[in-house]
Structures are given as structure tokens and as C-alpha cells.
């Protein structure tokens, strides 16, 4: 999670991913599909130390002041290597709650992160907590069978907070390319990608009481 770009399991996907098709280096797919099952999180964590050397920063956008957390130590080091952070810290997003107070940032991504095994659809408040009223949320996930289950539970916990009045959506987008699979099963229609949604909400103003 960062407030702008950060290190997650769907940019290292596509860090790893070359070739075309189901063309995925048979190491490299293993330790995709390690993170995607279910791993406990200690190997999880461990999995994400030993791609830290592999991660690349993807462009930046104009923004200039980035946060970001991470569970990988490793992660973290590889991040500030880059020189585009202004603060790093070391969280389990949906285990601990956010180093930052409450209406802090102007937007807030999560990227490649939420989907099975991985951080669970009860972070969405917390998220929201960090956000400034009127601020932006980004959030990604994928939509191959085995995240399913779980992509249904996302949309719900995100439908239920916009019912609520917390947030408006803006886009939820499919991305037929999403990244490479690791599985014939897992593969859109025999593409060799998995296709993923992006989610863009903005969080709603505090309503201002009216005088008199």
C-alpha cells in the first residue's frame, strides 16, 4: 500500500513475467503461483524477501510525495534504494493498522495485493481511515478462478461501503491482460494471462452541518 505506487504481487508478476503466451520460466511461474496458494504468511513474507532484488519501480506520474508499507523487510530495502519514497514502514496490511493517522493522505493505492491468501477484504476501513474526505482509492485485484471466492467478498465489502455513504465509485474497469498465468487453468480463455478489475472510489466528504 502506498499513497501513490508501491512494491505488490501483481507488479512483481509482471516484473517476472517474458515470452508470450503460457512462455513463463517454469521457476518463475512456481514462484508466482507459491504466493497465489495457500502459503502461510511467514512463507509468504519470505517469498517477497527473495524477489526484492527483482522488483522494478514502475513510472512515475507526477507524484512527488509517496509513502509506502509493506510486509517484506526486503521489499522495504528495495524500495528505498529508489530514492522516491519520503517514508517507508514495515505493516502487515490487514493484521496491523496503518502507521499513519487518520485522514492523511490525498490518495491511496493497493496494488497486486488483494486476492487470495494474500490481504484480506477487511482492510477496506482502514484504508478509508487514512484517507482525506474527498480523497481517491485505487485498489486492484484479479479475476482467475482461484480468486474468485475472493473477488466476490471484495465487491461485497466495497458495495456495502458505498451503500453506507463512505465512498463513490468511480471506475471498475476489467483488464483482460492482467498478467501472465502460472496455469493453463488459471489462463483467460487459453491467452496465458489472468484478467484482473481495477477499482477507483472516492472517499465522501464529511457533510457539513447547515446553520441555523
Given amino acids: ?9 501483481g507488479q512483481l508478476a509482471r516484473t517476472v513475467a517474458s515470452g508470450t503466451g503460457m512462455g ?4 518463475a511461474r512456481e514462484r508466482v503461483a507459491a504466493v497465489h496458494r495457500g502459503s502461510t504468511l511467514p512463507e509468504r513474507l519470505r517469498l517477497y524477501d527473495v524477489w526484492a532484488s527483482r522488483y522494478e519501480q514502475l513510472h512515475r506520474r ?3 510525495c509517496l509513502h509506502g508499507v509493506d510486509g517484506s523487510a526486503e521489499m522495504l530495502e528495495r524500495a528505498r534504494s529508489t530514492g522516491l519514497y519520503q517514508e517507508l514502514r514495515l505493516c502487515v496490511l490487514g493484521r496491523e493498522p496503518l502507521p499513519a493517522p487518520a485522514e492523511h493522505y490525498d490518495a491511496v493505492t493497493v496494488v497486486g495485493a ?10 477496506l476501513p482502514e484504508l478509508l481511515r ?3 474526505p474527498g480523497g ?3 485498489l486492484t485485484t484479479r479475476s482467475n478462478p482461484s480468486n474468485l471466492r475472493y473477488k466476490a467478498e471484495l465487491e461485497a465489502a466495497l458495495g456495502q461501503l458505498e451503500r453506507s455513504g463512505a465512498w463513490q465509485k468511480l471506475l471498475a474497469q476489467e483488464v483482460e491482460y492482467w498478467e501472465r498465468a502460472t496455469t493453463e487453468e488459471e489462463s483467460t480463455q487459453g491467452t496465458g494471462y489472468i484478467s484482473g478489475v ?3 472510489y472516492q472517499k465522501c466528504p464529511v457533510p457539513q452541518l447547515e446553520e441555523g
Avoid: H
Wanted: proline residues 9%; hydrophobic residues 45%.
Fill in 136 to 138: 481517491f482509492l485505487c
Fill in 24 to 27: 513463463l520460466p517454469t521457476a
Fill in 130 to 132: 487514512v484517507t482525506k
Fill in 1 to 9: 500500500m502506498s499513497a501513490g505506487a508501491g512494491p505488490g504481487a
Fill in 198 to 200: 481495477v477499482y477507483i
Fill in 114 to 123: 488483494l486476492g487470495e491468501g494474500q490481504v484480506p477484504s477487511t482492510v
Fill in 62 to 64: 507526477g507524484f512527488r
